[in-house]
């Protein structure tokens, strides 16, 4: 992938008819992001990575060696860049790819904060390691690691070590920093942080949830530069109105771009961009990963050239990229799609620095795996359990006869506090599967001594059994939700044997298990295995009583910092209002 030598002689020399080309697309349509027209009859030459000649004739750059593309009126664009993503978890990076890339999308900009939760800054390097020389581009950011949980801050990346990092090509930024932790806490390792990114001239990403007016000014005077949590036309336009370059948002987290319906037309759309905000094993074979998204732009109504802008030069700018990729050009790298027809974003063909990688929806390069480190395969570290740890004295309620509770809302991601009567008289709280109470349990996975909270949780739905993860966003640690101690220490315990996993126990019996030996954040399965494993855990969690519509997601975002309002840490429940940790 790099060097960035793309202004080179051998370049020039095609682009004069000097010497021939390697590739030559002929007669097509092209895409033009630069004018926002579409225009007919366009011939590329392409001389090893890069793009020599854009124009109405490139015969002259045949040679005997040239391969010819017959485009025969089909669509020349650009390829397409996601610009915030989260590729790092789950799978084996090259399995990802496989799937991803018949879609067009040729450049990936993701956040690496799984890898770096379990291992800090040799998390990243291991992940860079994972990315390089692949037919596509992957650039990282360097995970802020804001989190609610205390034990994170021994995996916490200085600002030694991101200055390094930042040192690497393929490194383009500081990842998202939750708005709160950069401008609402005293502490200022986060702006810290911050300026080291700016000092190396590289990009900051923002994540401006519910922040407006001075709050969102304060996050982007802080040095935020995108936000991808715009929720409405409103959002949308306080944000650009601010300079932020508005990523919409459309994945399986959540589904946003209708947020831009009403303003199609209206307003400038040069700094807005399409993003996936990362995808889950079934919106990647399902949806195409990020072709659907841009797809969706299209049959919303926004014009072809509007839709391909905002997943090409539109985030290539922002990244301050655009001299190497987001646009059919000379001098850019050789990142090109041929589309069926202007209104068609799922690619005939799909080129990467001159070389066509997928046809028809196949991926035509070998993407090896690469072995990943020991220190990767063992991040979690916690002593295994027994049943009596996991009880809760009655001492522990804050109020006499009642406990406090995390209650999961409709959607599954936004939790707020409650409380419930207790139905105990044994002398230890327990959990009340008939009335949807159950235990919710975090356990850091950093010091060896498993430091841990025993919560209690509404929403989850499950009458019995126990479920636990270490895949969970923004700490470093297992989640755990049960409705008996028995379960709950199998599944947790598991677990820990798998060094990475999630895992459903039933009646004092492991049901189900899904390794995620790699970092505690991936498989090394194939993503059809994976896949099957996970909607077998969302239809058993499902049996079992649950009604949430992505059961895995809800468990990962259960010590979020990300999303509000009472989150479980080892320290307690920690509220974002008050930015305290209770108990029960
Ligand atoms: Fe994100």
């Known amino acids: 992938m790099f060097p960035y030598n793309a202004h080179n ?28 027209r579409v225009v007919p009859h366009r011939s590329v030459a392409v001389a090893e990575r890069w793009i020599a000649y854009v124009g109405p004739d490139a015969d002259y750059a045949i040679g005997e060696q040239t ?4 485009a025969g009126g089909r669509v020349i664009a650009p390829g397409f860049i996601d610009p915030h993503t989260h590729i790092a978890n789950f799978w084996n990076i090259a399995d990802f790819l496989k799937y991803a890339i018949p879609g067009g999308t040729t450049t990936y900009i993701t956040e690496v904060e799984g890898f770096c939760f379990a ?18 581009k992957i650039f990282c950011l360097v995970p802020p690691m804001v989190s609610a949980s205390p034990a994170a801050a021994a995996r916490f990346i200085a600002v030694e070590e991101i200055r390094e990092l930042l040192r690497d090509e393929q490194v383009i930024g500081l990842g998202e920093s939750y708005w709160q932790s950069a401008i609402l806490t005293p502490d200022d390792r986060i702006l810290h942080l911050i300026q080291e990114t700016v000092k190396a001239g590289k990009t900051v990403e923002g994540h401006a949830a519910g922040a407006a007016d001075r709050r969102l000014a304060a996050y982007a005077a802080a040095g935020a530069t995108s936000c991808h949590e715009a929720v409405s036309p409103e959002d949308v336009l306080n944000r650009l109105e ?64 509007e839709a391909i802008r905002m997943a090409t030069l539109n985030p290539a700018a922002h990244f301050s990229l655009d001299h190497l990729i987001g646009g059919i050009a000379p001098g850019r790298f050789a990142d090109i799609l041929i589309l069926p027809a202007p209104e068609t974003m799922r690619p005939d063909i799909v080129i990467s620095e001159g070389r066509v990688i997928a046809e028809g929806g196949k991926t035509l390069v070998s993407l090896p795996r690469i072995p990943h480190p ?48 207790l139905s105990s008289s044994t002398g230890t709280v327990l959990a009340d599967p008939g009335n949807d109470l ?14 841990r909270f025993v919560g209690f949780v509404r929403g989850w739905g499950q009458k019995q059994g126990a479920v636990a993860s270490s895949l969970i966003w923004d700490a470093s640690g297992i989640v755990a939700i049960g409705a008996d101690d028995l379960d709950l220490v199998q599944a947790i315990n598991r677990v820990i044997e798998l060094q990475g996993g999630t895992v459903l126990a039933l009646g004092g019996e492991i049901a189900i298990d899904i390794p995620f030996p790699i970092a505690g954040y991936g498989s090394d399965k194939k993503i059809e295995d994976l896949t099957s494993e996970v909607s077998g855990f969302q239809k058993t969690v499902g049996d079992l009583g649950s009604t949430l519509r992505s059961a895995h997601l809800t468990l990962e975002t ?24 209770v108990g029960i």
Do not use: W
């Open 9 to 36: 002689r051998r370049l020039l020399e095609t682009a004069l008819g000097n010497e021939p080309a390697d590739l030559v697309i002929r007669d097509g349509v092209l895409m033009d992001v630069y004018t926002g």
């Open 67 to 70: 391969r010819v593309i017959e």
């Open 119 to 136: 291992l800090g800054a040799e998390g990243f390097r291991a992940f860079l390691d994972q990315v390089r020389d692949r037919p596509v």
């Open 242 to 305: 601010m300079g932020y370059c508005v990523m919409l948002r459309e994945g399986h987290i959540r589904k946003d771009l209708e947020s831009i319906r009403p303003l199609i037309g209206e307003i400038d759309l040069g700094r807005c961009a399409l993003s996936t905000d990362g995808a889950d094993t079934e919106f990647l074979l399902s949806e195409g990963y990020f072709t659907d998204v841009v797809q969706k732009a299209v049959d919303m109504g926004l014009k072809p050239i």
């Open 374 to 421: 020991d220190q990767l395969l063992k991040t979690v570290h916690v002593p295994l359990l027994s049943p009596e740890e996991l009880s809760v004295p009655l001492s522990a309620c804050s109020k006499p006869g009642a406990i406090r509770t995390m209650d999961i809302q409709a959607n599954g991601l936004v939790t707020r506090e409650g409380s419930a009567q």
């Open 438 to 451: 159950l235990k919710i349990v975090f356990i850091e996975r950093v010091s060896g001594a498993g430091e």
């Open 558 to 581: 259960m010590a979020s910092a990300a999303i509000p309002f009472i989150r479980i840490t080892e320290k307690g429940y920690f509220r974002f209002r008050e930015n305290d940790y």
